[in-house]
């Protein structure tokens, strides 16, 4: 699934050896906490300017500089958060470093980002922090867990630092497959940052996939109007990003679930709408991106639901011409050629889906039932 890019791309650290001996379990040795320190002006001073420098190296995941920043920063205060917090990220891609990952690196990471966070339990950028921790340790369930708990925390915190913090729930919860939880935050992050393509992207996925599943006396209309509100924030992803091919297509898709389930309730005229609507946008994603086979077999699926059978074939003949191994076309035109009796036909078109098919692409029933059919060939029309 897409993802929100919640740090820019890793520019590398310098590796060190790892060290001997057993690490301390960082709940336990995160519980012993720096003593106060009394800071002159200058003292306040010079530490904040090395905090910002330690986060703004971490956020850009220039780990060699936020080390240093974050070091120095401790060396004044060792109760500054988040330069504990940075430091915790720069030990955890320390120990990602090797393979497998250095666990006394890991733990010594884990310390100090559990440290951080009992430092300060209302700073927004230690708890997202702590959150992308545990994200990149590999645990996605905290780290959606971590981030919420968070958001409840720091209520008080600027707009910019609740944003990466709802973009990190949000993400994770997406991640996970939890579209449900996943979109409230996702709206929340969207209402601070309107701008962000992946964001409104996912925010459509989640509203298409509930839609997906109607619930309660009223399910069919208010899963409706979640896939009108999906084919919105897709064409809000297309505005912000006028080449997300993925994006121009999901419009047509979350139209198309729309005249579904206005179907399904009798409502034959907005049905009728809602289908025409995803014609014109599936027409205008095949003409915007040449090379785009899917756009042209959503047009022949929907020409072949509407009897046009010529015009589906059409349709499917151009989508193998984009992409020779579409395997919806594939199938989906073998079908039609065995309908009319036309079984030679039928059989190149199988043999062509069994090889283009991906592992993921076919069940084992599938591609069974293909080979069988190849087996016994049923007599030609004249």
């Excluded at 905290?142 to 709802?166: F, N, S, V």
């Excluded at 939880?181 to 409104?200: F, N």
């Excluded at 994603?285 to 086979?293: E, M």
């Amino acid at each position: 699934m897409r993802a929100l890019r919640l740090l820019p791309r890793f520019l590398g650290i310098v590796a060190i050896a790892s060290c001997s001996g057993v690490s301390l379990r960082p709940e336990v040795a995160s519980r012993e906490q720096p003593a106060v320190v009394q800071l002159t002006d200058a003292e306040r001073a010079d530490l904040a300017a090395h905090v910002d420098r330690a986060v703004d190296a971490a956020v850009r995941r220039r780990y060699v500089e936020a080390e240093t920043e974050a070091n120095a920063a401790l060396g004044i205060d060792p109760r500054a958060a988040r330069a504990r917090a940075v430091l915790a990220m720069v030990l955890l891609q320390r120990a990602k470093l090797q393979d497998p990952p250095d666990s006394f690196a890991a733990n010594a990471g884990e310390t100090e980002s559990l440290l951080a966070e009992r430092l300060a339990p209302k700073d927004a950028f230690v708890g997202w922090m702590r959150a992308v921790f545990l994200a990149e340790a590999g645990h996605m369930s905290a780290a959606a867990a971590a981030a919420e708990a968070a958001l409840a925390r720091t209520t008080a915190a600027p707009a910019a630092e609740r944003a990466a913090l709802l973009g990190a729930a949000g993400t994770y919860r997406y991640e996970l497959g939890e579209e449900r939880a996943a979109l409230p935050h996702l709206q929340a992050y969207v209402g601070l940052r309107p701008d962000d393509a992946s964001a409104t992207f996912r925010i459509g996925w989640c509203l298409l996939r509930i839609a997906e599943v109607p619930e309660g006396p009223n399910g069919p209309l208010v899963a409706q109007q979640r896939a009108e509100a999906a084919a919105k924030a897709f064409a809000r992803c297309v505005e912000l990003a006028p080449g997300d091919e993925d994006a121009a297509l999901a419009v047509g898709a979350a139209y198309l679930r729309a005249a579904e389930l206005a179907g399904k309730r009798k409502d034959f005229a907005v049905r009728d709408e809602r289908r025409t609507q995803a014609d014109r946008q599936f027409r205008e994603v095949a003409a915007r991106f040449p090379g785009n086979a899917e756009a042209m077999f959503r047009l022949a699926v929907l020409a072949e639901h509407d009897g046009q059978l010529a015009e589906a074939r059409a349709a499917y003949e151009q989508a193998l011409q984009r992409d020779p191994r579409h395997l919806g076309s594939l199938l989906n035109l073998a079908a039609m050629h065995d309908a009319d009796g036309h079984h030679v036909e039928a059989e190149a078109l199988l043999t062509r889906a069994l090889r283009a098919a991906e592992p993921a692409q076919l069940t084992a029933e599938e591609r069974s039932r293909i080979e069988q059919r190849l087996r016994s060939r049923p007599p030609e029309r004249p």
